[in-house]
């Protein structure tokens, strides 16, 4: 998978179909924007390239931290140039700054683009931007270990990156959203889980919490890649509308997914107890391997 990694970004795939993306810019993952930047590009590259990947794993590759979220000492990270600001027109800097977290948005919000499910497994610190990259992936697991801590208020800052937009709607707990944001204050793995941030604590850590993530990526990846596909993009579409535009949706979005030969291929295979092969998900794929 050397094709995908980067500097602080290591892919491997360690069984057939499933990717495991782990973030190692020493010594925590901080993010500065050429981090960000390879970030959302590796997701966009791999639903562009048509990679038949049926399940990815994000996790850290440092066992005490999954992200100690910005990169104080980078200006560009925090909407500056670093320029003399009293020499330059407001409006102009706002339009530069705007056009800057856009982008900064996109590339973080990247896992919800992709056409195949996105496991992130959380362990140790887990702060401030990482609420925000944890969000938009399809399912979330954490290790005991893990602490986590919205933390854009203390350094002077709303946060804008994705976890004021998401966490209301995965929560369902507008009171408890903004306790957590205005208070900046830690919370454990144990409290994520009864506020439906995250879907299973795992006992122990970084190793623990990735091995049952792959062997839930592992699962997923055994499935019709139509199918998930579909019902990645339609559970997604129900959380934006209402049941009956989503319902209406759906069957127009079905019509065409209920002719994959997926559903001969998932009957056959039950019938003679067999494991079912499907094609990958696009027709332009790179199969090559490590």
Known sequence: ????SSKWIKVTEPFPH???VELARAPVNAFNVEFWKAYGDLFDALTEDGYDVRALVLSSAFPKIFTAGLDLNDAAALGSDGSDSSTQDSARTSLATRKTLLAFQRAIQAPERTPFPVIVAVHGHTIGLAIDMIGPCDIRYAASDAKF???EVDIG??????????????TGNLSLVRELTYTCRSFSAAEALSIGLVSRVVNGGKEEVVKEALELAKVIASKSPIAVSSAKHLITHSRDHSVPENLAYTGAWNAHALMTKDIAETLRATAKKDKAKFAP??????????
């Open 1 to 4: 998978m050397s094709q995908y």
């Open 18 to 20: 499933v990717l495991l």
């Open 149 to 151: 801590a919205i933390k």
């Open 157 to 170: 800052l709303a946060p804008d990156i994705g976890t004021l937009a998401h966490l209301p709607k995965i």
């Open 281 to 290: 998900l696009t027709l332009n794929t790179k199969l090559s391997k490590l």
